[in-house]
């Protein structure tokens, strides 16, 4: 009977608030936001062509980042057999945004959104001129997490994204800009990171400059001692070296205890560390602090499978339908190959 309780009671709260994820890209949004994407170009020292992307964000004005101008000293902008000289430029190094100035762009501006307000597991769009193709390029993706940062919530995603690409545009499923494409992790599984637009509003205020190279570290390229958490967490995971993932964990739900992700990754670090009653009691407190935490949910599905807890499956299985029906699948498949294996066992 208390476990009856228990799963009624989470179905509850899990369900309490929570509306499906629109799935579906409004087309004629994002075609607009195709066309504010530019390309940035200059010459290194060397005599080659550097080049990065932007994305006009008022008129005359393109939103990009600070490291693509690290060793040209005359940059333009361009689009097609089109360029348009660049009068100005305001950096925030630390956080790698440019607001560049420009002459006469005909390009309409980007609706600017925001992160803040999404789910995991929503859909998203990075667009931008990756491997220096002359035509911008979409890669579609969904919204793995965001990262509370210097006032603002730092994106991960999976919409891919190469060389070419930093300063392009990550759009949410409206059209609307979230996040300027940055950096990612090494590897084949890596992590694809964006920045939020709301660091604009600061960006605006800094000095305008016209000397170029522009130099200075980013945060993202400190000392791994002194990244934030949730790219330190990064290697350890894709590398799957649970002990020492274990480890930052632990010292990011110290330093952040109402952190959502770093319960979350505590939970996995502990689960693959056989700490499974200590892993779920992560994985409830993070979906405490977000019932929008889906991955949160999913783990404890899944671990209550495991368990034969068939209430809690189901309640579980009906909040994911509920939220995304791609992850509602990929649960699915999940316990039913538990169940499986179980009974292998």
């Given at each position: 009977?208390?476990?009856?309780?228990?799963?009624?009671?989470?179905?509850?709260?899990?369900?309490?608030?929570?509306?499906?994820?629109?799935?579906?890209?409004?087309?004629?949004?994002?075609?607009?936001?195709?066309?504010?994407?530019?390309?940035?170009?200059?010459?290194?020292?060397?005599?080659?062509?550097?080049?990065?992307?932007?994305?006009?964000?008022?008129?005359?004005?393109?939103?990009?980042?600070?490291?693509?101008?690290?060793?040209?000293?005359?940059?333009?902008?361009?689009?097609?057999?089109?360029?348009?000289?660049?009068a100005s430029i305001q950096a925030d190094r630390y956080h790698d945004l440019c607001l560049i100035t420009a002459d006469n762009i005909p390009f309409p501006p980007?609706?600017?959104?925001?992160?803040?307000?999404?789910?995991?597991?929503?859909?998203?769009?990075?667009?931008?001129?990756?491997?220096?193709?002359?035509?911008?390029?979409?890669?579609?993706?969904?919204?793995?997490?965001?990262?509370?940062?210097?006032?603002?919530?730092?994106?991960?995603?999976?919409a891919r994204f190469a060389m070419g690409a930093s300063g392009s545009g990550l759009f949410d499923g409206q059209g609307r800009l979230i996040g300027i494409n940055t950096f990612k992790t090494p590897g084949r599984n890596a992590y694809f990171y964006a920045l939020p637009v709301e660091w604009l509003a600061t960006l605006e205020k800094m000095p305008a400059e016209t000397k170029y190279p522009i130099d200075g570290k980013t945060f993202w390229e400190e000392e791994d001692v002194n990244k934030p958490y949730f790219m330190q967490i990064a290697e350890p995971e894709i590398q799957e070296e649970w002990s020492r993932l274990l480890g930052i964990a632990q010292k990011w739900t110290k330093k952040e205890p109402n952190n959502t992700e770093a319960w979350y990754e505590l939970g996995v670090a502990q689960e693959h560390s056989n700490q499974k009653a200590d892993a779920e009691k992560s994985y409830r407190h993070a979906l405490m602090l977000s019932q929008g935490n889906i991955d949160a949910m999913f783990r404890l599905g899944v671990m209550a499978a495991e368990q034969g807890n068939i209430n809690e499956v189901q309640a579980i299985k009906l909040a994911i339908s509920n939220i995304d029906t791609d992850m509602a699948e990929e649960f699915n498949t999940a316990i039913t190959c538990d169940e499986k294996c179980q009974k292998r066992r």
């Open positions: 009977m208390r476990n009856i309780k228990i799963t009624l009671s989470l179905a509850a709260f899990l369900l309490t608030g929570l509306t499906p994820i629109a799935q579906a890209f409004d087309k004629e949004k994002l075609l607009g936001s195709f066309f504010s994407i530019v390309m940035i170009r200059g010459y290194n020292p060397d005599g080659s062509l550097a080049y990065g992307s932007g994305v006009v964000v008022a008129p005359n004005k393109v939103l990009t980042n600070c490291h693509i101008f690290r060793q040209t000293k005359e940059p333009w902008i361009s689009r097609g057999e089109d360029s348009y000289t660049i980007a609706v600017i959104g925001s992160v803040n307000n999404m789910r995991k597991g929503e859909e998203i769009v990075a667009i931008g001129h990756s491997s220096a193709s002359p035509a911008p390029i979409t890669s579609f993706g969904a919204l793995k997490s965001s990262y509370p940062y210097e006032g603002a919530n730092v994106i991960r995603s999976s």
